[in-house]
């Protein structure tokens, strides 16, 4: 659904990393889903869904490029031409089992709405977040209030020195929830953890499914990040 968004609030919340809340009229929105976003720049920005209260979504976004240099403009009051909710989240029904939830750096964001969205369901989680530098991390407090979180910074500047991967190797759980860089997605994707999603971000043209900007390497050919995903099981894509 095409609609204009209302800008809440846009601001700073770690070194180079902002967020954005918007009101939206969208019905329902399911974690791990993305809105794709107008900015100055000819192709829209797809932004996960970092977390929705009532009629309110919050983005979170690195910026890194025009788009995202615009969208980091952006003021209390303005409007945003939106499309979404787009593309499918992360399994929700874990009943009885132990989610791990495997998170780099501005992979994290969609990581929070799931997280709610499983303790709203009783779901015991467990997060490990992966930074690069102790200015970097944002949203500590919030995942901590949720459950055990493990915090890891490549400089060792915070929590855990090194990649998510290192305590990651010490978790028990059923199934694990990801999205962040490839590299960390390759990792977790091999890990020791029976069920495995992933989430890829990858550029993208169209986000409903028309022109194949968004294709990733599959088994069995490609799959289009943008209406088969952005979710997928760790078997389903090839990275
Ligand atoms: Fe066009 Fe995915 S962005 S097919």
Redesign the pocket.
Known sequence: MRQMATVLSNRPVAKGAMEMKVSVGAGEIAPGTFFHVKTSQLLRRPLSVANVDGNVVTFLYKVIGAGTTDLAARKAGDKLDVLGPLGNGFPLDQTGKRVVLVGGGIGIPPLYYTRRMLAARGIETVAILGFDTKESIFYEDAFRELGETIVTTVDGSYGEQGFVTGPLERIQADVLFSCGPEPMLKAVAASHIPERYISIENR????????????CQAPGGYV????DGPVFQAEEVTL
């Open positions: 993208m043209g169209c986000g409903i499914g028309a022109c194949f900007a968004c294709v289009k990040v943008c209406s």
